[in-house]
């Protein structure tokens, strides 16, 4: 009997530290998602708010371009506007490493010009090889029928390429970096594209390169914080490139140097080339657009966009002013900035089709912001907004959205 008692207290006392273990493991899991929740927000919020101001600095330097600079200053010009075309990739970066690492990274793909994208990121390479007296070229191999013209998600390659570049800038002393992109290889419809990055920098060990990409395996961390100083962005490039149906292999040799490449399988399409996209103005003529837009900064660089095309505006510094004006005047188009006071942009938007003007008139409402957050995105389809338009406002993509949301509904209507 006495030993039957022992035993059920043993029992009893093993099961109360089993529940007190399970309990301080929920106490601690919770402790943990509040931590990565807050991290999340925090850097969300930062990306944020840097995206916002680094939008408007891109802004003023595009409307100093249009002033009468001398040689000097147009240099001068140049190198403060890659700088900040980098510092914005940096910051995009940032928080797009963070999503694929938290598996939250989701691909968006649409048409674009491969060449026109990426001849503009190599200006920023090679500006920062410069900086550290590194040589840098790139070339593009093309067969004859090679489209350039694809869909796929521009920003994602942007990023592999922005990381890879990095790490071979920050780790060659001497010597050069270079850049192909072959395309000489077509499937159908289908187009193949190689992307190499190649340095003439230390190189790294074959014990390395076998582990490069295991982000699972702790020797790992340790070899490339050793070799590659911390490897900022290898494990993000690799699944990245995964997520795109492509592989990414690396050729190295200490000493030597190392090339980084990847294919990706592309669906050709019809041309798109802004190159050629002429900024010229629209007949838009008796057209009234609307934006609202909490910071006089933005302000100003919204007006010399949209005067470009030969369009005047009015501006509202919030959402009720917005709702005001849109109830006293016709208007053809709306921009709504998402993020300002005393009623943000999707409250406003809400706002405004619940009134008796926007049910006679169906006005088209563009959602404005510096965010490149899904939740933001998903909540523009929610409230209904027409089309999202990104910051730093890319003058084609305003073109388009003047076009398709003015000059169509005009020869239509």
């Known amino acids: 009997m006495q030993l039957f008692f022992n035993k059920s207290v043993k029992n009893k006392a093993k099961r109360k530290h089993t529940l007190e273990l399970v309990n301080d493991l929920k106490r601690k899991l919770e402790q943990a998602k509040k931590e990565a929740d807050y991290s999340e927000e925090y850097l969300a919020n930062t990306s944020y708010e840097l995206r916002t101001s680094l939008s408007t600095v891109l802004g003023m330097l595009d409307m100093l371009k249009k002033t009468d600079l001398n040689e000097d200053q147009h240099i001068q010009l140049e190198i403060a506007n890659i700088s900040s075309k980098y510092m914005h990739q940096l910051v995009n970066m940032f928080y797009n490493n963070f999503e694929v690492n938290t598996g939250n990274v989701v691909l968006n793909t649409q048409a674009f010009d491969l060449h026109s994208e990426l001849k503009s990121l190599f200006k920023v390479f090679e500006y920062q090889a410069w900086e550290k007296g590194l040589m840098f070229d790139y070339q593009f191999l093309q067969s004859k029928g090679a489209k350039h013209s694809l869909i796929g998600d521009v920003l994602r390659i942007q990023q592999v390429l922005i990381n890879l570049v990095n790490n071979a800038i920050k780790f060659t002393d001497k010597g050069q970096i270079s850049i192909i992109v072959d395309e000489t290889i077509t499937i159908e419809d289908d187009q193949i594209i190689t992307f190499y990055v190649k340095d003439t920098g230390a190189g790294m060990p074959t014990e390395l390169v076998k582990e490069l990409f295991n982000s699972s395996k702790k020797q790992a961390t340790v070899l490339t914080q050793s070799y590659r100083g911390g490897g900022l962005g290898l494990s993000t490039c690799h699944k990245l490139v995964k997520l795109m149906g492509g592989e990414l292999k690396i050729e190295t040799q200490e000493n030597e140097g ?133 910051k730093p406002i890319d003058v084609y993509k305003l073109k388009d959205i003047l076009i398709k949301y003015l000059l169509a509904e005009k020869k239509t209507g």
């Open 258 to 390: 190392t090339t980084f490449y990847f294919s990706l399988q592309l669906r050709k399409t019809l041309s798109v080339n802004p190159e050629k996209n002429e900024i010229v103005p629209l007949e838009t003529e008796k057209r009234n657009v609307l934006v609202a837009e909490d910071s006089r900064m933005n302000r100003r660089v919204i007006k010399h966009l949209l005067e470009q095309f030969g369009i005047n505006c009015t501006f509202a510094t919030n959402g009720n002013e917005a709702l005001e004006l849109y109830n006293s005047s016709n208007f053809d188009l709306i921009f709504m900035d998402l993020y300002m006071p005393d009623l943000d942009g999707f409250e406003a938007t809400k706002a405004i089709k619940q009134t008796k003007t926007y049910e006679t008139y169906n006005t088209p409402i563009i959602a404005v912001s510096a965010s490149d957050f899904k939740e933001d995105k998903f909540k523009v389809k929610q409230f209904g907004l027409n089309a999202f338009l990104s």
